[in-house]
């Protein structure tokens, strides 16, 4: 059983399931028939054992196929690593769109089917997908952060750095092996 | 003033059928009309009365709802559970929910300043009486309420007239919190619309407020050049005896003042205050002190620096009467809001209370008396301070590092701080003795000692920040300028037209509490950057002391920097929470001085006028109360737009535009009746930024308005790109939706507007005389 990382943060009935093995991130976007991954400032901030989790993050979108969404001012850091992301804008605008079954996606193509969510301040990641999980019954979600959102339809546990890391590698690999 | 009382007594009448005695008649009120302008549709508006225009509003920004939790637990048919497409047991599904939890924290924000209003009206009619004048500019302000003409349709001339208004305010109020109740409104848009009316009311609350203490306290009057004084924890005189005072409602403060003065006291003790309190008795008194915004609370308390504290409302910690006997020192509740379970001693002589309260019998008191309050506040301040000796509460160095040894490293303080602190980190670098990373926290502490209560072995976490922090505190010395009040009519003239035709970039209002993502610091520098791109910046509360608590590499801090007239380039401090309605009034100004339109009573056209020509936006970076919701809907209402920080999403609902959905953002050509595409101006009409930079960037484009003259627009469309490209990285993707002629590009950038406009297949289009009203259609097309 997962705990919301701020502890007060306390949801009600319908909590996120918990990952408990890596791969069922990396089946879930294979499984998806539109992805798509919203990536917050924190990210720039975070290093994992020598490369910035943005570096991590423009492989996994580049395995998967899947279009990025910059939010807040996190284009700048996908821009100075010469990746232009699909979109930019505010994290509450991409969740807007997201809850409209109407929108027709970056591309024209339509609707996602699954938003992953990472480097978003936790509190503030918290209720988007509190919105997401309310007013947007087709929708899946995942927090790929390392503490346990429990709106997401799926997200990791608390985790130490180092398990998190592991975590992370395990989905870049097992999409490299099977494909996005 | 529009009504009188008419009242008649008879000492003794003889008639047919006997003889009366001391019989007194009241038929109530009747109409008393001295104003010429031509009363508008909507005085005194009921709580549907506006339905119509917030559905305008709420048809083109839509609700976005965030809910903090999947039940209700407001009746006892719950808990019930609304996930998804769920309906509790009384019917209401979740959209209503979050709508009506909105609604209820606007009515909390707009009782809490209606009822402030209430107590200061009251004290001010019995001390100066119910004929004292209404003078907030003298003859440079001839609009003294805005906010209160437009909505109520009166003009207050004397404090008495005050009491009508607030009447009307109260009632309000209750029909709204009524709608809240089990079984009443049932509709997500109707709670909506009731909120904005909440909203509107608040402004007129506020507005009571502040244009009575102005009058009767003789506050500043409009003053461009009010006066700087001081701010910061390190510019109190320690050496004195020192009174602190926290809270809003400033008559205990001012009586305080009045003490000290007529007994010849006032050099020998420091006044000194927190939140709005501290802003509003500067402008009483130029040589108090302002410690700083409601986050210095704790921090100050426990320095041991205060003597005396005295609270009044809002805003308080609920534990600060724990807090002050940490220190030993005295506490004063002065409000009946607030009292704090303490015994009431307002009709005990003042001589005894000091006399408890000095020897330690008791811990506090509530007096009710402002006056009884400014007595006992100096004499208890000047009889405990040699005994207290600055007893403080804040541990030694070898303390924090002893305690810091005890950590179990379990991060609970770290899941209970609301901006995730690495707690645990500089706990482990203070075990070790070093207290760097301890005294970085302070700069994006707020303060609040979560972590302490969090703490299994009861560490005081946030006393070991204070005492890292010490250098910086006692560093924290700064100017700002006193609360100016309202904008003078004559300025209003002046930059009414560039403000309406573009030319002035914009007008920005940094206001609320201090509940920020990062710091104080982000506010200093918002201000800085828009005051230096000559837009207007306004600042009230405690995002106005946060404005203040930075220095350039001269020392000098942006009060100082910039100046304080209501023009390009200007760092304008209106005052406390209850001046915000001077910077609403100012855009209300703009469409009867400027614009020459009817404002008594004509809320909907004025409100129209406003969205689609002035450039107005409203940040509340660390909104954290229900009367921030209030004031930020007040807003909304009237068409201005409001940025809140991250953590303001946790206000669970967004007005939200949508730029890709063309057929949201057509409005009436006045002139002709055709309708026209305006692009998304403004954008959004409530929206939280996750970071600084982003919101800063969003400010810039939220101040575009369909009636900007395409010089005005070349300008707005220029800070936009750079303050993305600087902060962002990128060329906004979406100017072709702000373009509306060639004459719109900025000059600088054309060859590469041109570029991206043909790649967009962008077409040239008209500049309407813009409304959403079609009443305002001048002539319909054939």
Redesign the interface.
């Given at each position: 059983m997962a705990e919301p990382?701020?502890?007060?943060e306390?949801?009600?009935?319908?909590k996120a399931l918990v990952i408990t093995k890596p791969k069922i991130v990396s089946a879930m976007i294979r499984r998806a028939k539109r992805p798509i991954l919203i990536v917050?400032?924190e990210a720039a901030e975070i290093d994992l054992d020598g490369e910035s989790l943005i570096d991590y993050l423009i492989r996994l979108s580049n395995l998967a196929g899947m279009p990025i969404v910059a939010?807040?001012?996190t284009?700048?850091y996908f821009?100075?690593r010469g990746f232009r992301p699909d979109?930019?804008m505010?994290?509450?605008?991409i969740?807007?769109?997201l809850?409209?079954p109407n929108?027709s996606g970056l591309d024209g193509n339509g609707q996602y089917d699954l938003a992953i969510f990472v480097g978003?301040?936790?509190?503030?990641e918290w209720?988007?997908l509190?919105?997401l999980?309310?007013?947007s019954?087709k929708l899946k979600t995942i927090s790929l952060d390392r503490f346990y959102q429990p709106h997401a339809s799926w997200s990791f546990p608390n985790l130490n750095m180092k398990d998190w890391i592991a975590c992370l590698k395990v989905i870049e690999e097992d999409l490299k092996e099977r494909g996005g | 003033m529009t009504k009188k009382e008419f009242l008649v007594k008879i000492g003794e009448l003889k008639t047919d059928i006997g003889i009366l005695k001391n019989l007194e008649l009241s038929v109530g009120k009747i109409i008393e009309e001295t104003w010429e302008e031509k009363p508008g549709p909507t005085p005194f508006p009921s709580i549907t009365d506006l339905r119509e225009w917030d559905f305008k509003l709420l048809r083109r920004y839509r609700p976005f709802y965030m809910p903090f939790c999947d039940v209700c637990c407001l009746c006892t048919f719950g808990k019930c559970d609304l996930t998804g497409d769920k309906r509790g047991a009384c019917g209401l599904n979740m959209a209503a929910q979050q709508s009506r939890i909105v609604l209820l924290a606007c009515c909390i924000g707009a009782a809490t300043h209606i009822a402030h209003a209430r107590h200061l009206v009251e004290h001010l009619i019995e001390k100066f009486g119910r004929d004292h004048p209404i003078d907030v500019g003298g003859v440079n302000v001839e609009v003294e309420a805005p906010v209160t003409r437009l909505v109520c349709g009166i003009r207050p001339r004397k404090l008495g007239d005050l009491e009508d208004v607030l009447d009307y305010l109260e009632g309000q109020v209750t029909h709204l919190l009524s709608a809240t109740h089990t079984g009443q409104e049932g509709s997500n848009l109707d709670f909506e619309s009731k909120v904005l009316h909440a909203g509107m009311i608040d402004q007129v609350g506020m507005e009571i407020a502040d244009i009575a203490q102005i009058s009767a306290y003789n506050f500043p009057k409009a003053d461009p050049n009010a006066p700087l004084v001081d701010i910061g924890l390190g510019v109190v005189d320690a050496s004195k005896p020192v009174i602190m005072v926290i809270g809003h409602n400033v008559p205990p403060a001012v009586e305080i003042v009045d003490y000290l003065q007529e007994n010849g006291l006032h050099d020998m003790v420091e006044v000194t205050g927190l939140c709005c309190t501290a802003i509003d008795i500067t402008r009483y008194d130029p040589k108090a002190k302002i410690v700083g915004p409601i986050s210095w609370q704790l921090r100050y308390i426990r320095s041991g620096i205060p003597d005396v504290i005295v609270v009044d409302e809002q805003c308080i910690r609920a534990d600060s009467l724990i807090e002050a006997q940490k220190i030993k020192a005295p506490l004063i509740a002065a409000s009946p809001k607030n009292c704090l379970g303490l015994p009431d001693r307002t009709n005990d002589p003042a001589d005894e209370i000091v006399a408890d309260l000095v020897s330690g019998k008791a811990p506090g008191a509530l007096i009710l008396d402002p006056e009884k309050v400014g007595e006992v506040a100096v004499k208890t301040a000047i009889q405990v301070a040699p005994k207290r000796r600055k007893f403080k509460a804040v541990p030694d160095v070898k303390d924090v590092i002893e305690g810091a040894k005890r950590c179990r490293r379990c991060s609970q303080c770290r899941r209970a701080c609301p901006n995730d602190l690495d707690i645990p980190k500089a706990i482990e670098d203070a075990a070790k003795g070093r207290l760097e990373r301890l005294a970085e926290l302070y700069d994006e502490c707020i303060g609040c000692a979560r972590c302490e209560s969090a703490c299994p072995e009861d560490l005081p976490i946030h006393s070991f920040i204070v005492k890292a922090a010490e250098k910086k505190i006692k560093e924290e010395t700064y100017k700002i300028r006193a609360g100016r009040g309202a904008i003078q009519d004559v300025e209003i003239r002046e930059v009414g037209g560039p403000i309406v035709f573009g030319e002035i970039p914009g007008v920005i209002a940094f206001v609320g509490c201090a509940n920020y993502p990062k710091g104080g610091r982000e506010i200093a520098e918002m201000t800085m950057e828009f005051a230096s791109r000559r837009y207007i910046v306004l600042t009230s509360g405690c995002a106005a002391m946060s404005a203040a608590m930075y220095k350039n590499e001269e020392g000098k801090t942006p009060y100082e920097i910039f100046h304080g007239a209501f023009d390009a380039g200007g760092i304008v401090n209106v005052g406390s929470c209850v001046s915000n309605p001077h910077i609403a009034g100012a855009a209300i100004k703009i469409a009867s001085i400027f614009a020459r339109k009817n404002l008594r009573a004509n809320y909907e056209e004025i409100a129209d006028y406003i969205l689609n020509r002035i450039g107005a936006v409203g940040v509340a970076w660390g909104a954290m109360s229900q009367k921030a919701a209030a004031i930020a809907s007040g807003f909304w209402r009237l068409g201005v737009p409001v940025v809140v920080g991250p953590h303001g999403a946790k206000y669970r609902r967004m007005l939200l535009g949508r730029k890709d959905r063309e057929e949201d953002w057509y409005v009436y050509d006045a002139r002709t009746g055709e309708k026209v595409y305006v692009g998304p101006a403004p954008e959004h009409l409530f929206y939280a930024a996750e970071t600084k930079e982003e919101a800063m960037v969003m400010i810039a484009k939220l101040c575009m308005r369909p009636s900007d003259t395409t010089k005005g627009r070349a300008i707005k469309l220029t800070h936009y790109i750079d303050l993305s490209r600087r902060l962002l990285g990128v060329m906004p993707d979406d100017i072709h939706l702000f373009i509306r002629t060639k004459a719109d590009i900025p000059i600088t950038m054309r060859d590469e507007i041109l570029k991206i406009l043909e790649e967009k297949g962008w077409k040239e289009r008209k500049i309407p005389d813009p409304t959403l009203l079609p009443r305002l259609i001048r002539r319909r097309e054939e």
């Open positions: 990382w701020q502890t007060a306390i949801p009600g009935p319908k917050g400032h939010t807040a001012h284009v700048r821009i100075d979109a930019w505010p994290i509450l605008d969740a807007n769109r809850r409209d929108w978003i301040q936790y509190y503030m209720v988007v509190s919105g999980k309310h007013f019954p | -």
